[in-house]
């Protein structure tokens, strides 16, 4: 036998990474096919919009804010205006002694102003960094909030995850946002303040000096489009190796990969990956070179231009000696002014293409939340009616559930079975509203899901899904869910004992207070069936009218699945519950029996009627007997 992982010249190499081609509206670069005026022309709106948001987490930081950048302005005039007046008393032509006590006024003047400049700028970062941990906190919550409470359905629409990659990374550009802005608006207000003294020193100056700046400005703004190209062709790709990195690097499924061999393969796709997104930022390099020689060499042209004529003007004696003096200065403040102001507002568009990567998902995010209705659903819910519910799964093409009629009364238990694929889960997600009927109702009571308030549909159902969350939470909160009953422990400790957990709750480190997450928090860690038992105490912790346990005790031994079983039929008077499994014996507790193949009924009655009646039920009812 030889090695899983050997390569020879019989065997084929590893397959590499599958290409992530996006299509659709949002499979295309929003920046695409905008001119570089209509991307200049979002720095106002990027700025009121920073405006905003940062109003809206401290505007104490704001008002400190922007009180600073004006002072900082104010002093720069003052600076350069008191320091042309020096010069001209420096520069004259009386004793040094004279020329020097002349001057000293105006020194004294330009040092205090300086002061006042360096004390506002400092102040500037203090609120800088009292508003921007708020601002990315809000963001990031914001995120959070608006994935959670999107419809269950969107996160199978074409472009959802990777404009959720995109959102993310906007969220963490969000912490670089009020620093781009407050250095763009400081560089603009200092350069009004420079261009005003340097107009007044000579006409000609200025447009010279805007001319030696605009390349470089005109260079920023074109890298960072680049840039953000090769972000965005990378979205889908950078999406798909953070998913792959959290499953390889997991400790839940090392015994897998080390005893499947996949190491290697893991390890060589991994690099792969990474090496196609390293390439397209590779390829994009030369271009920004071409851009950065190009407009580099045409601002130096521009700026040689500006040295020139300043010396061209003195020495000709169309300004004299110490306005000549005064103008190296102000140009040098001009010249530094301007390459801040077109560095950080190149920045600041820089940034504003993520952050509106971030707005753009939010608003769909916003879009897809449930908007159904405000109707409520009573504490008891005596019946749930579907009525020719269909429901097809996005990029599908066949429906998942086809035209299901069903009655569901309190105190009934429904089993529900069939293959693989028979659309068992979606049946239960749509008698919960997780999913809308495409076609159909789906009625508590009478009232259409379609128009109920979601929350109070919610409130009313609890879930053991076949994919639960083993939750990094406390024994506790992984039980109620942070959602407790009482202040006590007691109801907790009642689900307890009914899933067959005392014993192994009590060995924890902590009780109750034992977090669950061993490889993260030095916590516990539960095996599978201890997990599965612990998700079923979450649903009979609720206690509501609808309980749907979706293949709830795969992973136990047979004493927790005896436990399971005794409290779903101890409980089901008070309740309509749910039951979907592959496990045929467990369905004989059920009152009925429903039996599902390609997304319809195909069979419904008792576990005796089913097993005699020759169809699908009785086939796998022998199937299971056969191994």
């Known amino acids: 036998m030889t090695d899983a992982s050997t390569n020879s010249a019989d065997t084929p190499p590893p397959p590499p990474p599958a290409t992530i081609n996006f299509e659709g509206k949002f499979g295309k670069n929003p920046l695409a096919d905008a001119s570089f005026g209509a991307m200049c022309r979002r720095l106002p709106a990027v700025l009121r919009h920073t405006a905003r948001m940062a109003w809206a987490v401290d505007r104490t930081g704001v008002v400190l804010l922007l ?101 993310e990374i906007g969220v963490t550009r969000t912490r670089l946002m009020v620093q781009d802005a407050q250095r763009y608006m400081s560089a603009l207000i200092r350069m009004i303040a420079a261009s005003g003294v340097i107009a007044t020193l000579h006409p000609l100056m200025l447009p010279l000096l805007l001319l030696a700046v605009l390349p470089a400005g005109v260079g920023a703004v074109l890298s960072a489009r680049v840039d953000y190209e090769t972000h965005y062709l990378n979205v889908g790709d950078r999406n798909v190796r953070s998913m792959m990195r959290w499953w390889a690097t997991y400790s839940r499924f ?94 600041l568009f820089h940034t504003s293409l993520y952050l509106a990567d971030m707005r753009s998902f939010l608003d769909m995010a916003s879009e897809r939340a449930p908007q159904r209705g405000e109707l409520t659903i009573s504490e008891r819910v005596d019946e749930i009616r579907l009525d020719e519910v269909a429901y097809q799964y996005p990029g599908k093409e066949e429906p998942a559930v086809a035209g299901v009629s069903l009655t569901l009364r309190r105190g009934e238990i429904l089993a529900v079975v069939g293959e693989n694929g028979s659309g068992k889960s979606t049946l239960a997600k749509l008698i919960t509203g997780i999913l809308l009927a495409d076609k159909g109702r789906v009625l508590w ?32 909160e992984n039980i109620t869910l942070g959602q407790p009953r009482t202040y006590d422990d007691a109801p907790v400790w009642d689900v307890v004992d009914a899933v067959g957990m005392r014993e192994a709750i009590e060995k924890l480190p902590q009780g109750l207070d034992t977090l669950l997450a061993k490889e993260l928090w030095g916590g516990a860690e539960l095996s599978g069936g201890q ?72 069979e419904q009655g008792t576990y005796d009627e089913l097993a005699a009646g020759g169809g699908l039920f009785a086939e796998l009812v022998a199937l299971a007997q056969d191994r």
């Not at 360096?118 to 960094?129: N, P, T």
């Not at 190491?263 to 851009?291: C, F, H, K, V």
């Open 254 to 347: 090392g015994d897998e990969v080390r005893a499947n061999g996949m190491t290697g393969y893991l390890t060589y796709w991994y690099r792969a990956l990474s090496d196609r997104i390293d390439q397209r930022t590779l390829t994009a390099a030369p271009r920004m070179l071409r851009i950065t020689l190009a407009t580099n060499a045409l601002g130096g042209i521009f700026l040689l231009g500006t040295w020139a004529t300043l010396a061209w003007l003195a020495g000709t004696g169309r300004v004299a000696l110490p306005v000549a003096a005064t103008a190296v200065v102000a140009v040098q403040s001009t010249l530094a002014a301007l390459s801040q102001f077109v560095i950080h507002g190149a920045a």
């Open 531 to 602: 997990w599965q038992r612990l998700v079923c105490g979450r649903a009979l912790y609720r206690q509501t009218p609808l309980l749907i346990l979706d293949e709830p005790t795969s992973q136990m031994d047979a004493r927790g699945e005896h436990a399971i079983f005794l409290e779903i039929k101890r409980i089901a008077a008070e309740r309509m519950t749910i039951v979907v499994t592959h496990q045929l014996e467990n369905t004989k507790l059920a009152d009925r029996i429903l039996v599902m193949d390609k997304g319809r009924v195909i």
């Open 67 to 167: 009180a600073c950048q004006a002072l900082t302005g104010v002093a720069a005039a003052v600076v350069l205006a008191f320091t042309a007046q020096a010069m001209t008393h420096i520069l004259g032509n009386s004793t040094v002694s004279e020329r020097l006590d002349a001057a000293l006024p105006a020194l004294v003047i330009v040092t205090a102003a300086a002061a006042v400049g360096r004390i506002s700028s400092a102040l500037s970062s203090y609120a800088d960094g009292r508003i921007t941990p708020l601002l990315t906190t809000e963001a990031d919550i914001a995120l959070v909030t608006a994935v959670c409470r999107v419809e269950s359905s969107a996160y199978g629409e074409d472009g959802f995850a990777d404009r959720q990659e995109a959102a």
């Open 445 to 476: 009571d009478g009232t259409d899901l379609a128009h109920a308030d979601p929350d109070a549909v919610w409130k009313r159902t609890a879930l053991v899904p076949q994919n639960f969350a083993c939750w990094p939470l406390r024994a506790r």
